[in-house]
């Protein structure tokens, strides 16, 4: 889109970018067995994502993107996750990526989006043992493999999450930025589920990345990070990493949805052996009654969840600890709740239920396959809100916090 | 909002939610004596009459507060950590006086015109009823059931199942004054225990045509109340929304039961000195009952919120939102079921005796989701039906 088009399309609404994306259903529908097969999303449908624009919902207006609040990009990403689950996981995740980079490393930013509205930017979390960046010379030399990078094969950057060891104490946790070619992709994603989201690995043998490309992962999980003098809006006021389950627990939630609707699709027709209409089995209809309960009740947190971070922000205020432990235990409630409510309609479908080609199938290992990113993790979420609920120190799992939050104070010396 | 609906009744529903939160210790201290009695005692039904908690649907010019439809929530809620039968009567009792301002004028002035605290107990189901349309209005004897508060009330609401030619029954509302109705002392119970839900008994009375509605004029938009009525609340349909009435002890309840679950952990060491709240199973339990009440609570604001826009509008409900509403609110029942149920098997031996304030709450609970509209099978498969586009035959 030229510079002008994109200056017309300024009051774009979330309302706005949902319908677009709906408007490709059908498409999506169509290629999702060449996605399947594939195993990333086919070129065809990343191209109507982007010309649809909702991948730079929350990308900063500095860039050409819409800057609509956080949670614009779950929106959509659930509505594509209705359709197609790994439309809808890729959407999620680069969407996020989009918003954060409003609070990137100002350097980093102008490098990578000045004039490139449109630039898709990948990035993995995970990395194996011994992955690490070692300062050196204004910059770092940095090795290692990071896993599952969903949408890599598409990217024109990935950005690698990456521990540097300190002389002592824990490792500072680093995000890097890195241009494709600067980094070799692995294929591993073989999986059942979200199949066409082509989580690859990223692998850096041994190189070099300046400082430039580098922001720390305590800035950008704070409130107000380095980059955001580029980018003052409320949008971005908010920690990168304790809101980031949403973007994961959308589409899961949209995957579920679709499974509701795909069932209700067929069972409104289908007829028993014995000529019986099974719509007027009872089981059936408890089935569908709780299902539906159960993705209406996760929506219900998830539209909760939203209001309350976007009060937070605008208010410039920091989310207290016991709230984002509960926004991460509600993320991990609602892929629980769309994995019970996939599972209980797959498991009244019979041998089709199983079958690759119905839809119903597809959205359930999807959801299922959404519900297993770590960010979800009931057992993690659950344990970390239960310890903070009953007044006990913090859980394994807040040692990364505790890290980040010492990092966060060497950040304001 | 424009209206009344806005600010200001947001307000008085906050301020009555204090109220209620502050009357918790007192309850609480009678939870013994409640239980024994199996009725409420008159200390408590005093506090409420005191607090105006019966009153905040009931109309402005009738003495109430004309809260929105949807307040009883919050309120009775606030309740039902000090005593579970109080905040089920209170939202029963707070519903019917909402219903009663659909009827007749003349009606609402016998009851609330000379006492605007007078209030009234309901009874919907009958074991053995006889009806018949005279001059003027019904002749009326019979035992109606489970009437909760029935000791104290000073009018009964009752439904009367009036015998057509060759048709069924035609179903009315009928208000009855205290003189012509006894409790019977039945009500012997695991939930809900001091609600005193007893039988009521109705001995050759007439019924004057005033203080009866049918079924269809108290589900109508606008109800022959809403002519002195004008408040946005009485112009929502009676059995679109009727069914909130439990949500408000049921999420409170859950959440007494997580309070004192948790409160009651902090302090707890095993028999071999574990500190129980480190475990990490009493912690997954913690947080998977407190995302269940979590959800219900935004479940039910989430409906609080379309009732308080469709009243606004006084265009009524759609039948797809009417369906919702029912299966949620008995989802609702579900999730705080699941939710007490999960910390009480957490418990051990303590966690069964009478006086635990969990154990009461889970019975408390049970009680609440015993109601009509909090069953889960009824309620939820007409929304089933609706999705897998099943006509559904009858009454929602």
Known sequence: MSVSALQKDQNVTTQDLVARVAALAPKLVERRAKGIALRRLPDETVADLVATGALRACLPKRWGGYELPFGT?????????????SSGWVAGIIGSHNWWLGKFNPATQEEVLSGRPDALVGAAFASKPGSKAVAKDGGYVVSGEWMWASGVDHCDWCALMTPSPQPSGPPDLLMIMWKRGEYRIKDVWNVPGMKATGSNNAVIDEAFVPASRVSRIADLNSKVSTGQKLNDSWVYRLPMLDVFAY?????????????????????????????????????????????????????????ADMSFLRAVAQANQDIAPHDILRIKRNCSYIANLSKRAALRLVEAMGAGGVDDANPVQTAFADTMAGAAHRALSWDINASAYGKSLLGTQTSP???????QAAAAAALKK | MGDDHGQKHKADTAEFTRRAAALVPKLAQRRRETLDLRRLPETTVADILDAGFFKIMQPARLGGFELPYGSQVPISAALAPGCGATSWIVSVVATHHWMLAKFDAKAQDDVWAKNPNAYACSAFGFAEANVAKVDGGYKVSGRWTYSSGSNHADWAMIVLAVPRDGQSP??????????????????????????????????????PDYRTIGFDEIDLVDSPGTKVNRAPSYRLQTFGVFNLTGVGPAIGLAKAALDAFTDGIKQRRGTFGAKLAELQNIQIRVSESSAEIDAARHIAEYHIGHFQQEAMTGKGADKTHILKHQRDCAYIGRLCTRAAERLAEAQGAGGLSEDNPLQQALADIKGVCAHITMGWDANSVPYGKSLLGIEHQGMI
């Open chain 1, 73 to 85: 990009h779950t929106d959509i990403a659930m509505e594509l996750a209705r359709h197609c689950g």
């Open chain 1, 397 to 403: 799992d807040d040692e990364v916090l505790k890290r």
């Open chain 1, 247 to 303: 973007s994961v627990a959308g589409p899961t939630l949209g995957c579920a949805k679709g499974a509701l609707a795909s069932f209700l699709a067929a069972m409104t027709s289908r007829t028993a052996l014995d000529g019986a209409k099974v719509a007027d089995f009872q089981s059936l209809q408890l089935r569908a009654a709780e299902s539906s309960a159960e993705l209406d009740a996760a929506q219900a947190l998830y539209d």
């Open chain 2, 170 to 207: 035609e179903r009315r509302f009928a208000m009855v004054p205290r003189s012509e109705f006894q409790a019977l002392d039945n009500w012997r119970s695991v939930g809900l225990r001091g609600s005193g839900s007893n039988d009521i008994v109705v001995r050759e009375t007439f019924v």
